[in-house]
């Protein structure tokens, strides 16, 4: 998956590594809450499923530490 988000207690961090949709890497300066990641993602042109999924990852991540 091109877009791997972090979860930390301030937030979330995402990198996003370059594929078809976002031809160069981006990644967050400092944690966001869901909803500005979200949007962002959304800007750069990433499919709604695609950012789902990878908040899906993230929080099932946290539950296993």
Do not use: C, N
Request: proline share 6%; aromatic share 10%.
């Amino acid at each position: 998956m091109s877009i791997r988000i972090i979860k930390s207690d301030a937030g979330y961090d995402a990198v996003v590594t370059p594929s078809p949709r976002l031809p160069t890497s981006w990644s967050t300066d400092s944690p966001m809450s869901r909803h500005a990641l979200t949007d962002r993602l959304l800007e750069l042109g990433y499919h709604l499923q695609d950012i789902v999924d990878a908040f899906f990852f993230a929080d099932s991540d946290k539950q296993d530490e």
